[in-house]
């Protein structure tokens, strides 16, 4: 029923069922604004996306869009769901993807902690209806972004059952994404609906395809990283003995190669999780230090893969102990001095990401026992490691020094790393002076150093020289010295 107030010239285009056009947009969009009401948005809804939308030119779907926002603000979505919910319904059942994009990013996802329960029960069709659009390609993030939430209710679990059964990969993704999205923000519930979903994904690695295997194993390596539920669950679905068998045959077959570094990179995320797995999958760690041991025979992706999983693999205290003491064929003094030499050769982009990935592996420690492992691990680095770190610090780098830095600040937590650098030749100096560091980040963190080792009253730091790092606190960050000579010529 329309609304009493609407005037006759709002009438007169309601009736008019010639074309969309950019002035029949604005002129309905001002009318409605001049006399904003819940009833008038609806009756608008209905006329604008009572028409075949598909109809309407790309070139005015800006203005259109601009319109829906207008009408969609207008309805508060609990009165939309408790009085209009057949005219959501209509509109997410008959609109193009754009459409169904725009409701769920602007309409539904800002409001879906007001509306879930609601959702899940009285208005399940919608729920129900928005699974079904998943396929869509430009709405199919945002419609995941809010369908995760309803991944054990039975009704969207059969509709994405029905979707997966679909030829069209990319499609079937679409569902998967919803999947890992799940995985990622509720790993604890492990329910049903969420194990059918999983075991989809699971399907996907053992395929022929190595693009849908890549793709499944990459968001079950991405759920795998900080998820102990997840790690529990793919091990109790037999999945972590499939990848691990994988990796014995992939390492041998040249089309399994992009395969076999997101391989390591599971164990690698499973190993923070579950240290234990270091050694119940010993194959594992052999095939990462076989890749340290023979770095220079590596690509740069593989090279960057190698260290980068190392430190990974090494970073809690339980896996410390068992990296540190482990008993395969490679071992851990001789990978950390591949580990240095790596660090101090090819491109500079690449030598970052050694420094960076070295910086993770000792930035993580809890305990003394964790402090003397590392104090090992750092001496078998090799005896010029801190002259090639005091050596980065000038370079006229500045993504080198940053990491530099980064990796000197972590450093600086141990008393053994204090005493090292406090008795390389220059190390006091270099933190002195005000002309090597350019960057305001370097600068800044240059700083922070000095304070730490300040507070740390360090014995290994002589007092003139704590005198200096005193002095550099006390004249602040960007302080810039004197200089009397250039003072007179300026004169």
Same mark, same amino acid.
């Given at each position: 029923m329309r609304d009493p107030n609407y005037s006759s010239e709002e009438m007169e285009i309601e009736n008019d069922t010639g074309d969309?056009?950019? +002035?029949?947009?604005?002129?309905?969009?001002?009318?409605?604004?001049?006399?904003?009401?819940?009833? @008038?948005?609806?009756?608008?809804?209905? +006329?604008?996306?009572?028409?075949?939308?598909?109809?309407?030119?790309?070139?005015?779907?800006?203005?259109?869009?601009?319109?829906?926002?207008?009408?969609?603000?207008?309805?508060?979505?609990?009165?939309?769901?408790?009085?209009?919910?057949?005219?959501l319904l209509s509109v997410i059942n008959h609109s193009p993807d754009k459409v169904i994009d725009l409701i769920a990013y602007h309409y539904i996802?800002?409001?879906?902690? @007001?509306?879930?329960?609601?959702?899940?029960?009285?208005?399940?069709?919608?729920?129900?209806?928005?699974?079904?659009?998943?396929?869509?390609?430009?709405?199919?993030?945002?419609?995941?972004?809010?369908?995760?939430?309803f991944i054990e209710v039975k009704e969207v679990v059969k509709e994405f059952e029905e979707q997966l059964k679909n030829d069209n990969s990319q499609l079937r993704f679409r569902?998967?994404?919803?999947?890992?999205?799940?995985?990622?923000n509720k790993p604890a519930d492990n329910g049903e609906g969420l194990n059918l979903l999983v075991k989809a994904i699971i399907k996907e690695v053992e395929s022929q395809d190595?693009?849908?295997?890549?793709?499944?194993?990459?968001?079950?390596?991405?759920?795998?990283?900080?998820?102990?539920e997840n790690a529990k669950l793919f091990q109790q679905m037999g999945l972590v003995r499939k990848i691990y068998e994988m990796m014995q045959t992939l390492k041998s077959e040249p089309e399994g190669g992009f395969l076999y570094p997101v391989c390591v990179r599971f164990f690698a995320h499973l190993s923070v999780v579950d240290p234990e797995a270091l050694e119940k999958y010993p194959k594992f760690v052999d095939s990462v230090l076989d890749m340290v041991y023979h770095f220079d025979c590596l690509d740069a992706p593989q090279r960057a893969l190698a260290f980068e999983t190392l430190?990974?693999?090494?970073?809690?205290?339980?896996?410390?102990k068992i990296m540190d003491g482990y008993k395969g064929e490679y071992k851990m003094d001789k990978s950390m001095n591949h580990f240095g030499a790596a660090c101090a050769s090819g491109p500079v982009e690449l030598r970052?990401?050694?420094?960076?990935?070295?910086?993770?592996?000792?930035?993580?420690?809890?305990?003394?026992?964790?402090?003397?492992?590392?104090?090992?691990?750092?001496?078998?680095?090799?005896?010029?490691?801190?002259?090639?770190?005091?050596?980065?610090?000038?370079?006229?780098?500045?993504d080198l020094r940053i990491s530099t830095l980064n990796l000197l600040a972590v450093l600086m937590n141990f008393e053994w790393a204090r005493k090292i650098f406090f008795h390389t030749p220059?190390?006091?100096?270099?933190?002195?002076?005000?002309?090597?560091?350019?960057?305001?980040?370097?600068?800044?963190?240059?700083?922070?150093?000095?304070?730490?080792?300040? +507070?740390?009253?360090?014995?290994?730091?002589?007092?003139?020289?704590?005198?200096?790092?005193?002095?550099?606190?006390?004249?602040?960050?960007?302080?810039k010295e004197h200089n009397p000579e250039l003072a007179m010529e300026n004169q």
């Open positions: 969309w056009t950019v +002035e029949k947009l604005n002129k309905v969009k001002d009318q409605f604004l001049a006399q904003r009401s819940v009833s @008038k948005a609806i009756s608008l809804l209905e +006329e604008l996306l009572g028409t075949k939308v598909d109809d309407i030119d790309d070139e005015i779907w800006t203005d259109v869009h601009d319109l829906l926002i207008v009408i969609f603000d207008t309805i508060p979505i609990q009165i939309m769901l408790e009085s209009h919910q057949i005219v996802e800002p409001n879906i902690s @007001k509306i879930t329960e609601v959702i899940k029960t009285s208005a399940l069709a919608i729920t129900v209806a928005l699974a079904r659009r998943i396929p869509g390609e430009p709405c199919y993030e945002s419609l995941a972004r809010i369908l995760w939430r569902v998967h994404h919803v999947t890992s999205l799940a995985l990622k190595i693009l849908c295997a890549l793709s499944a194993l990459e968001i079950l390596c991405d759920a795998t990283s900080d998820h102990v430190a990974v693999m090494s970073s809690t205290s339980s896996a410390k970052i990401r050694h420094l960076d990935a070295l910086c993770l592996m000792m930035s993580k420690f809890s305990t003394t026992s964790d402090s003397e492992i590392l104090n090992r691990w750092f001496n078998d680095l090799g005896e010029p490691f801190p002259e090639l770190i005091l050596s980065y610090l000038k370079k006229p780098f500045v220059g190390f006091t100096d270099y933190l002195v002076d005000r002309n090597i560091e350019t960057s305001a980040d370097g600068n800044q963190l240059k700083f922070d150093i000095i304070i730490k080792i300040i +507070e740390s009253m360090s014995p290994a730091i002589e007092p003139p020289d704590m005198l200096r790092l005193k002095t550099y606190r006390h004249q602040g960050v960007y302080y």
